[in-house]
């Protein structure tokens, strides 16, 4: 066919028998000329219209060319994944996109198609946010009249049910005297607040309230008409503006402003009354009159409903009541918890940690303290807000600190709560607090001092765990003292120590140890004066004379050695110079000096301990000195001892002695010696009252040990002693006792070892004289006799648990 031309068009029907008539012709059909495809869609706007969908709109093609219909494509914002929001044509320029997610951000563009194929794309839509359609809000409800002075009136009202969507940003006042028909407006602007006040004359007058959002106006308020008082009376006016929250099933709390209008006097307090739905019977929540404009009314049925009015107090008594609240319902919002208060175990804050159990979009969390809210940020409070939880962080608290603090969360169905610190809870968390940012490094030990050889000063202390990452710093007289080699630790015993090469006058004073571990401090100190300081530097001085004598001087030893008598006592002194100088030392063992020492000595004696001797047993007090002169007796018991035939009494330098000859029965018992002065003595004691016995044989060879009354402190090691003068053997008996029952080791029989002990002295053996020749066999002269064995002396240490008997 040929463009631009007419043309009419019949059909025809076939089959195997033949072709049908034609069908009535049609009218006559033009053909066009296409010149393409269309251009592409104009402006491409994007409305709120569900939570789910949203309504696009948008401009025709300026060039048509037979547009068949249009294809709309969406796009979440920030992504270029397009998918199409129809699949087939759609003829109208506005089409409603569904089944998008609830609070997500879109974008859209459009095509146009006509026979020949598809558009360019349209520019692409402003990014927007899946959200519920904006309508007006309700409307403000239940005006109060809370002063007049005859000239003008304050109003206030309550916020409408339904902000439809958005804030409600601005409300329009009306007024009109009664019985007329027009409205005027009182304000314009629209007032940002809902106090408006009314400049109006005495006379009967009726107000209407609307409410604006980013939609429109709603309707107005129920109208009230009421006849302008003048508030002159001494009462207060109305409290106004009652709010809720932290409600429970048996509690909440009320807020509430203050009356505008306060009456003769000051307003000095509250009081809170509450009535069931429906009920004309108020209570009052609180017979005393609190000062503060809150209270948590207690005491309420669960799942009942409640209405609550507040009058203000002055000196003229009890004022007007407020208008009633709207209902609220003592029940607790679901799943709703509480305050939470901390200690940061990390840095030390107090936090006050809230979760909520609801959050929608443009939730808030607001704090207060005693309710009202917190703006004041200036002594180290944060708030911070993640999700659904939010914190009020102390970050340098104090004292100030006690009181009640609230939390709500707008948007919700009344989350809220609160927690109290008291005093004595905060004391705790501050103590708590100051410890976690200054922790103490707990300390063994405190700062001591050790004088060394060459009289170094070893100052030191012990905590009780430091880590390898310690540092430390040693003062003295709060003067740093430095040299990293002079300073060491042990992480294992957590010993800190400093060595102090120079020890002088001039080191008096005090000494300081400061210790930093991680987080953890501490800090030791060491004072070193007067008397304290004199001793430890003549200690150090004394160390230092003494290594240059011993380790530095040439090795020699000087002893003087004598028998220490009255006669003997005096000031000894001895001096030793070579060509680096010259050292002496002295002591004095004249006097008291001298007894002193002689009593020291015994102060630091053994026990006494048993010999067996060739006449009978001998006990023995080994010390570092003894002599005659010392105040020493012996006693057997109670009896005193002195020197007889039966006991001798004596000693050496390096032990005392008291020998029993020849002991008996009648020796046993408890013997000791005592050393004594004129303020103390000392006493040493040895029991020989036990009932072992040693017993030879007739010749001499053999002999038994028997322990009767067997115990079981007979248990341990025995020794048997044969000497005389040419030597003697001993050996040792190890007796075990063992209680009723117990189980007994499997003895091993074995030979006891012998243990030789040589002559103390040299032994002399005769030798035959040689007979001259001319002698006759008659004149030969006899032998000389054999010397007399010398006694031996006394030997040191070995125990023996019973004297040995004689028969």
Not at 206 to 218: I, P, W
Not at 415 to 429: F, G, H, N, Q
Not at 558 to 581: M, N
């Amino acid at each position: 066919m040929r463009f631009c031309l007419k043309y009419k068009f019949r059909v025809l029907s076939a089959n195997m028998h033949g072709t049908s008539e034609p069908s009535e012709p049609t009218t006559l059909i033009q053909t066009l000329q296409l010149k393409g495809v269309p251009s592409a869609p104009g402006q491409v706007i994007a409305t709120r219209e569900t939570d789910t969908s949203v309504l696009i709109q948008w401009a025709p093609p300026k060039d048509p060319n037979n547009l068949i219909g249009y294809y709309i494509d969406q796009c979440v914002a920030g992504s270029k994944d397009w998918t199409s929001a129809n699949h087939k044509p759609h003829k109208k320029t506005k089409f409603v996109v569904s089944g998008l997610a609830k609070g997500q951000t879109y974008v859209f563009r459009v095509q146009a198609i006509n026979e020949l194929g598809l558009s360019d794309e349209s520019q692409e839509s402003a990014p927007l946010t899946v959200k519920a359609a904006l309508t007006p809000p309700s409307a403000p409800y239940d005006i109060a009249l809370l002063n007049c002075d005859g000239r003008s009136m304050v109003l206030n009202w309550k916020k409408p049910l339904h902000s439809g969507g958005a804030e409600v940003k601005e409300y329009y006042v009306d007024k009109r005297r009664s019985g007329t028909a027009l409205w005027r407006e009182v304000h314009i602007p629209p007032l940002p607040n809902i106090r408006p006040t009314l400049l109006v004359s005495y006379g009967q007058c009726q107000s209407q309230v609307y409410s604006t959002n980013l939609c429109s106006n709603n309707k107005c308020c129920k109208i009230l008409t009421f006849f302008l008082p003048l508030f002159s009376f001494g009462h207060a006016g109305p409290a106004h503006d009652l709010t809720f929250c932290e409600v429970r099933d048996n509690s909440l709390v009320v807020e509430w402003e203050e009356p505008v209008y306060c009456g003769s006097g000051p307003i000095t307090g509250y009081h809170v009354e509450y009535a069931k739905k429906d009920s004309t019977d108020w209570v009052t929540a609180n017979e005393a009159a609190v000062s503060h404009r809150f209270l948590k009314v207690t005491g309420l049925q669960a799942a009942e409903s409640y209405v609550f009015r507040v009058r203000a107090v002055n000196a003229a008594g009890v004022g007007m009541a407020s208008m009633a609240s709207d209902l609220v319902t003592a029940k607790a919002v679901a799943g709703s918890q509480e305050v939470s208060c901390v200690v940061d175990e990390k840095t030390g804050d107090i936090v006050l940690s809230f979760e909520s159990c609801q959050l929608s979009e443009g939730s808030q969390f607001l704090w207060k303290k005693e309710y009202k809210e917190i703006t004041d940020f200036s002594k180290g409070l944060v708030i911070k807000t993640e999700g659904n939880q939010s914190k009020l962080i102390f970050k340098n608290p104090d004292k100030d600190d006690v009181g009640t603090f609230s939390v709500s969360v707008t948007n919700t169905e009344g989350v809220s709560s609160s927690y109290t610190i008291t005093s004595e809870e905060l004391a705790k968390m501050l103590a708590l607090s100051h410890d976690i940012r200054h922790p103490i490094i707990p300390l063994k030990t405190e700062l001591s001092y050790k004088i060394l050889e060459r009289g170094r000063m070893r100052f030191w202390l012990q905590a009780e765990e430091i880590s390898s990452n310690v540092t430390y710093k040693f003062f003295a007289n709060n003067k740093e003292l430095s040299g990293p080699n002079k300073m060491g630790h042990d992480v294992s015993t957590g010993i800190i120590e400093f060595i102090l090469d120079h020890f002088t006058e001039e080191n008096e004073g005090t000494f300081t140890c400061q210790i930093t571990d991680g987080g953890g401090k501490a800090q030791s100190s060491l004072v070193l004066i007067g008397d304290a300081f004199k001793a430890a530097l003549a200690e150090a001085d004394y160390q230092r004379r003494e290594y240059i004598r011993v380790k530095e001087g040439k090795k020699s030893k000087k002893f003087l050695y004598f028998s220490f008598s009255q006669k003997t006592t005096g000031v000894y002194k001895a001096t030793i110079s070579d060509d680096r100088g010259k050292d002496m030392s002295q002591i004095d063992i004249s006097g008291k000096g001298m007894f002193f020492f002689s009593f020291l000595s015994f102060k630091i004696a053994a026990e006494l301990v048993i010999k067996c001797t060739a006449t009978g047993i001998q006990l023995q007090c080994h010390m570092k000195y003894y002599t005659s002169e010392m105040n020493a007796t012996w006693y057997h018991g109670e009896t005193k001892l002195s020197r007889s035939d039966k006991t001798v009494i004596g000693g050496n330098p390096a032990m005392a002695t008291m020998e029993v000859i020849e002991p008996g029965e009648k020796d046993k018992g408890s013997y000791s010696i005592v050393i004594t002065n004129a303020e103390n003595s000392h006493k040493r004691t040895l029991d020989l009252s036990g009932d072992a016995e040693v017993e030879p044989d007739d010749q001499g060879k053999f002999a038994s040990l028997t322990i009767k009354g067997v115990s079981m402190e007979d248990s341990g090691r025995y020794t048997m002693i044969v000497q005389n003068k040419y030597g003697g053997e001993s050996v040792d008996i190890v007796v075990s006792v063992y209680r009723h029952g117990e189980k007994l080791p499997e003895a091993k029989p074995t030979l006891t070892p012998k243990t030789i002990i040589p002559p103390k002295l040299p032994i002399e053996i005769p030798q035959p004289k040689t007979q001259p020749a001319s002698a006759a066999p008659s004149a030969a002269a006899s032998p000389a006799p054999s010397p007399a064995p010398p006694k031996a002396p006394a030997g040191r240490g070995i125990r023996s648990p019973t004297p040995s008997r004689r028969k």
